[in-house]
């Protein structure tokens, strides 16, 4: 294990971060506009919304990753490895985030919107200023649980020959036949990772007035 | 219309499904004055100020505030009109709205949550949004706690706030609805301290609550809602020297039993 190799590795854990920082932010306004449209008035509106949840909640990564890398040729769309990547990794966490910030809105105290509406904000202001800011510090936690499984899930790129933590760690351990030490330092990176991820959630909740944990 | 009368209701209907809350209300309640509504529970109090506040849409009758109409309005030919969103809103800027659960945005500061009306509705600068909004708290007794965030307050306090919270944006008339309800009972005294500070000051009120000492001392006006009608209303010293109303009576003693029971510890 030399300096070259952690060097080597510390350049997959920044592709992996901006692999998962890409799709999580991308996934959260994708997860918006399908959790608009699952709580819209329109039925064919909830219906679809309710199609793309099951679909990308239900088709495993691995296989969803793997059908974009193949399907976009075929389909005359020739694009790097990194961009089905972000597609499939985006699709699956949009779905996910759509469900939880739904489950958000939906226990939304009645009265505190009731209280905007006496003070006289319209229906714009109430959804920016009250409902969306509630319903996000009612599902933060489970929005930085969500990037942390996106973090890690991002590891199954490898696959479509993203050079990632993990498939750095690969290559390296088949050209120095030695895969302990380059596991062993790639989960370091996801742990780090991971770590920062939990910090940034804490920072944003202190923002939305959460009480410390 | 007189000039004096704040809030109208005639003949307000009120329904959830084929069950009848609210069976044809008549109300004044004058300018400068509070009136108390106070009933068992179940009697329609909650739902009578929320149709007022057009949280609740009335079925039939007619709301006015100030003599405006809220929410619908009757064509000579008596059929009844929906009125704009924004008329709505309008009127509705005369009425300021105090609830049981405080219902603070936790996600703001008890500064934020005063000045949030100050900036977004009348599109204060955030300078002159700030100052207003410390007045308010000043007012209430809650300077040193304007940065806190609700989940860091009393009871009590979070009331206040919500007190301010619905001054600052300068209203006619308060709602407000069992202020002191979810309050430990040693917290109600400073909420009814200052709604009793607001009552001097001449500000127009209606308040659901089941302090019979604070309607007995404060209210000009008294309205003893029973079984979804008005059953006795009038000046606070006739309501409460003779009960004569047997409703009343009863509703009374229960009521003043349980402060007894308070004094006998038990
Ligand atoms: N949203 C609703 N849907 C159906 N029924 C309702 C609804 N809100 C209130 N009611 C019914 O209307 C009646 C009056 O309720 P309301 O809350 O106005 O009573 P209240 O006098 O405020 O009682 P309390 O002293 O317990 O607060 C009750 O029978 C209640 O069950
Ligand atoms: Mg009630």
Redesign the pocket.
Not at chain 2, 39 to 48: H, V
């Given at each position: 294990m030399t300096w070259i190799h952690v060097y080597l590795l510390a350049v997959g854990a920044v592709v992996t971060a901006g692999l998962s920082v890409v799709s999580i932010t991308v996934g959260l306004a994708i997860g918006i506009l399908v959790c608009a449209a699952s709580l819209s008035r329109a039925a064919p509106l909830r219906w679809a919304a309710r199609v793309y949840v099951s679909f990308f909640r239900g088709v495993p990564l691995l296989v969803l990753l793997l059908l974009i890398y193949h399907l976009l040729p075929q389909i005359g769309i020739d694009v790097p490895g990194v961009v089905a990547a972000l597609v499939g990794l985006t699709l699956c966490t949009s779905a996910y985030q759509a469900e939880t910030l739904r489950g958000g809105f939906v226990n939304i105290a009645p009265g505190l919107v009731e209280a905007g509406r006496m003070i006289g904000l319209n229906a714009t202001q109430l959804l920016v200023r009250i409902r969306a800011p509630i319903a996000l510090r009612l599902t933060l936690p489970a929005l930085v649980n969500e990037g942390i499984m996106i973090l890690k899930a991002s590891s199954l790129v490898s696959v479509v020959g993203v050079g990632d933590i993990t498939r750095t760690a690969q290559n390296l351990s088949s050209s120095t036949y030695r895969p302990i030490e380059m596991f062993a330092t790639a989960g370091v990176f996801y742990l780090l990772l991971n770590v920062i991820v939990t910090r940034g959630g804490n920072g944003l909740g202190r923002l939305l007035g959460l009480p410390r944990t | 219309m007189s000039g004096d009368v704040a809030i109208t209701l005639r003949n307000v209907v009120k329904r959830?499904?084929d069950?009848e809350?609210l069976r044809g209300i008549d109300l004044d309640v004058r300018h400068g004055e509070v009136t108390c509504l106070i009933?068992?529970?179940?009697?329609?109090?909650?739902?009578?100020l929320?149709c007022v506040a057009f949280l609740e849409e009335h079925d039939a009758g007619i709301i006015r505030i100030g003599g405006a109409p809220l929410g619908f309005d009757e064509r000579p030919d008596g059929s009844r009109i929906r009125l704009p969103i924004t008329e709505i809103a309008r009127v509705r800027r005369n009425i300021g709205m105090v609830f049981q659960q405080f219902n603070l945005w936790p996600h703001m500061t008890a500064l934020g949550n005063v000045a949030e009306g100050l900036r977004q509705v009348l599109r204060l600068h955030k300078r002159e949004a700030h100052d207003r909004a410390m007045a308010h708290l000043t007012r209430v007794g809650l300077a040193e706690r304007a940065s806190y965030y609700p989940s860091q307050l009393s009871g009590g306090q979070q009331q206040r706030v919500a007190i301010a919270r619905a001054l600052a944006m300068d209203p006619k008339i308060m709602l407000f609805?069992?202020p002191t309800s979810s309050l430990d009972p040693e917290l109600t005294g400073e909420v009814l301290n200052v709604m009793r500070d607001l009552a001097a000051e001449g500000m127009t009120m209606l308040v659901?609550t089941?302090e019979i000492g604070f309607a007995a001392h404060v209210a000009q006006h008294v309205v003893f809602?029973d079984q979804?009608q008005i059953a006795l209303e009038g000046r606070a010293s006739d309501v409460f020297r003779k009960p004569w109303h047997p409703r009343m009576a009863q509703f009374l003693e229960t009521y003043l039993d349980r402060g007894a029971s308070v004094l006998l510890g038990n």
């Open positions: - | 959830y499904g069950h809350v009933g068992p529970s179940g009697s329609g109090k909650s739902t009578l929320r609805d069992e659901v089941h809602l979804a």
